[in-house]
């Protein structure tokens, strides 16, 4: 086998999007899962019929589709061992790719979804102890065992706040890796895209690429990242 023989098979392409609670459309949202063809994604926001175009797109994975922003989901072109991931004020999820189940990877792969509390929620205080909370809950996660791991989601968090600083301090940022570091965020989803809030972290992984991708009616674009497992 060739050395680029070799790096291809060993790639997964993930992506992350926040669905704007059923704001993205459905005709854009199938058209960037079929243009894009993730092996795996991770949905927040997620409301049922926008699940229902993920559960046509991919065969594995699991959905929780809501109408109150705490929607969330993971979807998978080959088995994925998917749960909720305990965290302070709202869940996060965590999928696990098995090596046997994903052979050309060749070893486990996990994949943690995140929507961290938007900060301007009221009471302040309570938000800000709830933003630190979450934080902390991932990283005493994944602190207690290393392994090729992926971090995604909304994390309503700038590269100037608290919470991503925390988070870059212990894990790569994949846009920076790959020098593509966008906005993923609008005051409105047509708008010009502002704050750079969606992130994918890595460790044990290379990032080879990732890129914004719009999906017309969310005020996030979502990202999609090329990922090299080491």
Known sequence: MDRLAAVVEKVIRVMTANLANG??????LRKVLEREQPDVAAFQELDPAQARVAEQHFSFGRMDPRRDCHGMGIGAVEPIEVERFPMTHRDG??????AGAWPHLGRDVELINVHIQNPLMRPIRETTANRAGQVDDVLSYIGAKRMARVIVGDMNASPSWK?????AER??????ATDSAKATWAYFGALPRVLRIDHVFIEGL????????RIRGTDHSAIVADLYVE
């Open 163 to 167: 919470v991503y600083k925390r988070l």
């Open 23 to 28: 704001k993205a459309t459905i005709g854009s």
């Open 206 to 213: 290379v990032a080879l690429e990732t890129r914004p991708v």
């Open 93 to 98: 999820w965590k999928g696990l790719m098995r």
């Open 171 to 176: 894990l790569q940022d994949a846009a920076l």
